[in-house]
């Protein structure tokens, strides 16, 4: 018994230590919302309402109309999306589906390199080579636009969206196809009609996720997107300078003076940036769990 | 008849047509961003870039001071996530049952994922550098990139425990062992080459990233290397980021060759996680 006691005691200080270790994660989320709420909060009170979803952001004459930048962040989400959702759907059918092996050993490490290069280097690709491109073939004045950070972020987006979709693929069960091939269907015709609709569910989740990641991207987004805090409202403000959340934060928080309006103001923004990334990835987690414990059949 | 299934063979190859279509122009683009930045950036590399100061006002001289900068913030988040994700990964695997409380672990592991790499850079600000007063250090930087890396180092590990078979775990109890016993003995050494891969590719994201860094602990330009975790540091993402949009007359082959160090940087520990798993996927008898 004398020997069992030291070993029980370990025991139980290993489970302490680790389920510690499991609940920080909970700990860590409330501990950033708390700070954020803390340093954002102020600008609530300091703001007048009127002032604060205004459509003008001019901190140095106290406009902190923060609906320009919802704006700029939500045109280049949607546009990043409506660029990758094609792309990424399709690739991931491809990848499942379709593609021969060699094919598939080619692409999925291509998809992981893209994964894997630092947003301000793609920020800096994006600056350097694709902005002219873009200033020449639309003809606008300047190549750093809305459309050009849309086109970096899309990419950006791409491999979570992939990754996410051939997993709903892979979902779809083998009878679906047997039974789809035995009644004289093609192959496109069993993709088309029957796998990718079983797969839909799937397809919006990982759409969410691609949004959550769009819609938090700052470095080259920043870097691309020229940064005018004006309203994009008209048709080819896709193609002008649009300034993002992310960015205005990044640009600003350097220069600001710790417990200012301003300073306030930033961490305000920071609090809608982690209530939607919040919301989006709660509903897209929680489709994900669902679709687990039913065993991947709908 | 034959003129009907002919038609949809036709359609199928249209369909398939796309579908590699799409794959290519995914596939493209990345092959030119890696390209362009090798074929314009590797004339600048040379020794004397890797290893000495920046000088003429960061125009001239190396970038060493930047890639100290980066090692030392990636290791310390290695140092302080660590701890964190793989505990956290063996209770998820190995202790937790599927309680409420558990669902909320992976909540909350999903939305520490999700939240905006800016967001973190608030955070520790607002936490580590002015509630804590660390000032901006490698200290407050470190801790926050960490708090980044956490959610894929937790999952990456916790898929890699799953892997081992429950077997395993029986064997172990039938022999006399206790649960601890079982993980660390013969779960643990089973998992190792996944939860490294899975640390890897968590700090390959910590030191690429830029917004995490910019309030906590980033400088501009430093005469000489940090002496101490509460001193500012250069680092190769934020070194990128200022020569090439914060400096006039910056020559851009030493905007391409700081591109390629920090890509270098990047993709070789993505290539070293990738050996690591293939390799020890090849070799293990389950």
Same mark, same amino acid.
């Given at each position: ?22 609940? /920080? ?62 792309? %990424? ?78 997993? !709903? ?15 004289? =269907? ?42 005018? !805090? ?6 080819? /403000? ?51 769990? @669902? ?8 | ?7 949809? #063979?036709?359609?199928?190859? *249209? ?27 590797? %004339? ?40 964190? %994700?793989?505990?956290?990964? *063996? #209770? ?107 640390? *890897? ?16 602990? =980033? ?21 990128? #980021?200022?020569? /090439? ?7 851009? @082959?030493?905007? #391409? %060759? ?29």
């Amino acid at each position: 018994m004398s020997k069992t006691t030291p070993t029980c005691w370990t025991e139980f200080a290993v489970e302490a230590l680790v389920r510690v270790a499991g609940f /920080s994660a909970i700990g860590f989320v409330l501990l950033i919302f708390l700070f954020l709420l803390r340093e954002g909060v102020p600008a609530f009170f300091e703001i007048a309402p009127g002032n604060l979803f205004g459509t003008r952001w001019y901190p140095t004459f106290d406009l902190f109309g923060t609906l320009p930048l919802i704006l700029g962040s939500a045109l280049i989400t949607v546009t990043a999306i409506v660029i990758a959702l094609p792309l %990424g759907v399709a690739t991931a059918v491809f990848v499942r589906e379709v593609a021969p092996g060699w094919a598939r050993e080619i692409l999925k490490p291509m998809i992981e390199v893209l994964a894997g290069i630092p947003s301000v280097v793609l920020g800096f690709f994006g600056m350097t080579l694709i902005a002219p491109l873009v200033r020449q073939v639309f003809g606008a004045p300047t190549g750093l636009t809305a459309f050009t950070g849309a086109l970096i972020l899309a990419y950006m987006a791409l491999p979570t969206l992939i990754s996410v979709a051939e997993d !709903a693929l892979d979902a779809v069960p083998r009878s679906y196809r047997d039974a789809a091939l035995a009644m004289g =269907a093609t192959s496109w015709q069993t993709i088309w009609r029957v796998v990718a609709p079983a797969a839909r569910s799937g397809i919006v989740t990982a759409v969410m996720l691609g949004m959550g990641r769009a819609i938090g991207e700052t470095m080259a987004v920043m870097m691309v997107t020229g940064n005018a !805090a004006r309203m994009p409202v008209s048709l080819d /403000s896709l193609f002008r300078p649009v300034r993002t959340m992310t960015a205005t934060i990044a640009a600003e928080m350097g220069e600001v003076a710790a417990g200012s309006t301003h300073y306030h103001a930033l961490f305000g923004i920071g609090i809608i940036l982690f209530v939607l990334t919040f919301v989006i990835n709660l509903t897209a987690a929680s489709a994900l769990f @669902q679709k687990r414990r039913r065993g991947g059949l709908r | 008849m034959q003129e009907i299934s002919s038609r949809r #063979y036709v359609v199928q190859r *249209i369909g398939f047509g796309v579908l590699v279509l799409a794959a290519l122009l995914v596939v493209l683009p990345i092959l030119l961003v890696v390209g362009a930045i090798i074929l314009k950036g590797i %004339g600048a590399i040379n020794w004397e870039f890797l290893t000495t100061m920046p000088r003429d006002g960061m125009k001239a001289g190396g970038i060493f001071p930047a890639i100290v900068g980066t090692l030392l913030l990636t290791l310390g988040a290695a140092l302080a996530a660590i701890p964190f %994700g793989v505990g956290g990964a *063996i #209770y998820l695997s190995e202790y937790a049952r599927d309680t409420w409380l558990t669902r909320a672990i992976r909540l909350a592991i999903v939305n520490l994922a999700g939240i905006p790499s800016v967001v973190y850079g608030l955070f520790g600000l607002g936490l580590f550098v002015l509630f804590l007063r660390f000032g901006t250090s490698i200290l407050a930087g470190s801790l926050t990139l960490a708090i980044m890396t956490l959610p894929i180092i937790i999952s990456t590990s916790e898929e890699a425990l799953r892997a081992v078979p429950m077997e395993f775990r029986t064997v172990s109890a039938s022999l006399g062992g206790t649960r601890w016993q079982g993980i660390r003995n013969i779960v643990l050494p089973q998992a190792l080459p996944g939860i490294i891969t899975g640390v *890897i590719l968590g700090l390959l994201r910590a030191g690429g990233e830029t917004a995490p860094i910019l309030f906590t602990v =980033a400088a501009f330009f430093l005469p000489r290397l940090p002496q101490s975790p509460f001193d500012q540091t250069m680092a190769l993402p934020y070194h990128l #980021y200022v020569i /090439s949009t914060q400096v006039p007359g910056m020559p851009l @082959q030493v905007q #391409y %060759g700081t591109a390629l160090a920090l890509l270098a940087l990047v993709l070789s520990l993505n290539v070293v996680a990738t050996v690591i798993r293939s390799y020890f996927r090849r070799r293990r008898q389950w």
